[in-house]
């Protein structure tokens, strides 16, 4: 179990059954409207969603070479009138509401033709709008027939079950991932293309495949690893695969068999992240303060074990009982002992250092700080771990 799962708040009971009953890691072939109603009320950590747009095209589109433009013309983006989309999309908001954990957040992907309706919808269900997010085209298609402007982005509201329930930012992750400053509701990136764009023969394989990067984005800012991610309206998949990747759970709903198979074989040949590498920063500066002292405290070492520096044997220093170290004439924590074999520059003692398993070579201390953490956890906060954890 990795430090981020140990941390989170115990499942309650209908947590657990909710968990038990839901179809993970699985597409559910089929009407949205009438495949949610069977999954499990407050089983879902985020929902996101790229519905119809109802784009309304009178006739077709054509470049100036005079070739045809891969408009979204196919039945599920037909709507006889505004009031038939609005019922649709109150139904499955309705029923994405219901599947929502209280702390957990909807996000919906849309243009001018639906995304102002879906606004008013989200509102009149009492959902919580947190952010209106703007996705800047970095490469859009131009306007062919140069009667508009290009239309070069679409709009993702974000929202939350109501005003009153909490949910999950991950802000510095956020902020880390655009270079340490903050980060804004414009975001700029390319649309699918490219190897990352699915062809059969040649042609697109569906008209709207989202680009991983926008998912990538929005599951690291409101999920965490092992929550739960639905999108019911799977398409290509894109939503499952960066869940996957990021080490999230899903599920994915889509009515048309023949792409649920294309993001079926997608998802088979992606590769599922795990471990602490997929811990938001957020998490991390949560994690209380431990000084490398409770190792010894704890049993977890003993004064006058060795630590090797970078796994090299031949950078040693002793551990003293009130948890410095020395190694030759250098005395201090292990940050500063570290420094002194890193020429200088800072050092993480705790990613550094190395200590004895007896016949499995060396581990990092950092690991020993995850095991006391994680007793702490496990225990309440007392800290008191069982014999099996301790180093041989
Ligand atoms: C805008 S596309 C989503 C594309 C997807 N985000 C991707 O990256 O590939 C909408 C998808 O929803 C599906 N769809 C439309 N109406 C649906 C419904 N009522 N229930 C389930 N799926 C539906 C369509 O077949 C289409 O694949």
């Not at 800047?136 to 508009?148: A, H, I, L, Q, Y």
């Not at 924590?333 to 004895?356: D, K, T």
Request: hydrophobic share 40%; with cysteine; charged share 25%.
């Amino acid at each position: 179990m990795s430090a981020v799962s140990a941390r989170r708040k115990k499942p309650s009971a209908a947590e657990a059954q909710a968990a038990i009953s839901l179809p993970l890691g699985r597409i559910l072939v089929g009407n949205c409207r009438e495949v949610l109603r069977t999954l499990p009320a407050e089983s879902v950590d985020v929902i996101f969603a790229d519905p119809p747009y109802n784009l309304q095209l009178q006739r077709d589109l054509f470049r100036p070479n005079m070739t045809r433009v891969d408009a979204v013309d196919e039945a599920w983006d037909q709507f006889s009138s505004f009031a038939e989309y609005d019922q649709f999309s109150r139904e499955w908001l309705v029923e994405c509401r219901r599947v929502l954990k209280d702390r957990g957040t909807l996000w919906v992907i849309g243009t001018y033709h639906n995304i102002h309706r879906v606004g008013a919808i989200l509102q009149d269900l009492e959902y919580w709008i947190l952010n209106e997010v703007i996705w800047v085209k970095s490469n859009p298609m131009p306007n062919f027939r140069g009667v508009r402007f290009t239309n070069a982005h679409e709009t993702l509201l974000w929202a939350a079950r109501s005003r009153h329930d909490a949910h999950t930012f991950h802000h510095h992750a956020l902020k880390a991932l655009n270079d340490g400053q903050q980060m804004r509701s414009d975001w700029v990136l390319p649309v699918c293309s490219g190897k990352e764009r699915i062809r059969v023969d040649g042609a697109k394989a569906h008209p709207t495949q989202k680009p991983e990067a926008l998912l990538y984005r929005v599951l690291t800012a409101s999920s965490r690893p092992g929550d739960v991610v639905l999108d019911p309206f799977f398409g290509t998949g894109t939503t499952g695969v960066v869940a996957k990747r990021l080490g999230r759970r899903w599920l994915g709903i889509e009515r048309e068999s023949g792409y649920a198979a294309l993001a079926e074989a997608r998802l088979a040949s992606t590769a599922e992240g795990s471990g602490d590498v997929l811990e938001p920063a957020d998490d991390r500066r949560r994690q209380p303060r431990l000084p490398f002292g409770r190792l010894l405290e704890e049993g977890l070492l003993q004064p006058g074990d060795r630590l090797y520096f970078d796994r090299d044997r031949a950078r040693s220093a002793v551990v003293l009982a009130d948890g410095l170290l020395k190694a030759g004439g250098a005395l201090g924590s292990i940050h500063e002992v570290g420094r002194h074999f890193a020429g200088g520059n800072p050092c993480n003692g705790w990613e550094h250092w190395y200590y004895e398993v007896e016949g499995k070579g060396l581990n990092v201390i950092n690991e020993l700080r995850k095991l006391l953490r994680e007793g702490e956890e496990a225990i309440g906060g007392n800290g008191e771990l069982d014999a099996g954890h301790r180093p041989a």
